[in-house]
Nanobody, 128 residues
Framework: QGQLVESGGGLVQPGGSLRLSCAAS????????IGWFRQAPGKGREGVSC????????YYLNSVKGRFTIFRDYTKNTAYLQMNNLKPEDTAVYYC?????????????????????WGKGTPVTVSS
């Protein structure tokens, strides 16, 4: 059975950076689109960034454009979310997900419910 495990979250000051990792086991990420989602306290889950199977397309939530970058390392079977210039409103639990279905990444990042795999999340707190 495949699984995803996130890591890299923590406490960071405003303006700081974190790199989240999403390590896959039991399957290879090559054939999956990857998404990063977050859920802040008292709020619903939102799609932060998604990347297509071929890495040819990416999607970013407007509020993170220019600050976050999604990418993957095929040799490590791991996806990443580089987060720069973090703001207090980025505070949330961050989850990664993988999907093999041919939906667009915009659909994937907009509440698509058919993900094949979900991680258990890593918390990010941005505070001074």
């Amino acid at each position: 059975q495949g699984q995803l495990v996130e890591s890299g979250g923590g406490l960071v000051q405003p303006g700081g950076s974190l790199r989240l990792s999403c390590a896959a086991s039991g399957f290879t990420l090559d054939s999956y689109a990857i998404g990063w989602f977050r859920q802040a306290p008292g709020k619903g889950r939102e799609g932060v960034s998604c990347i297509s199977v071929s890495d040819s397309s990416t999607y970013y939530l407007n509020s993170v454009k220019g600050r976050f970058t999604i990418f993957r390392d095929y040799t490590k079977n791991t996806a990443y979310l580089q987060m720069n210039n973090l703001k207090p409103e980025d505070t949330a639990v961050y989850y990664c997900a993988a999907d093999s279905a041919p939906v667009t990444i915009a659909t994937m990042c907009s509440g698509y419910s058919g993900m094949d795999y979900w991680g258990k999340g890593t918390p990010v707190t941005v505070s001074s």
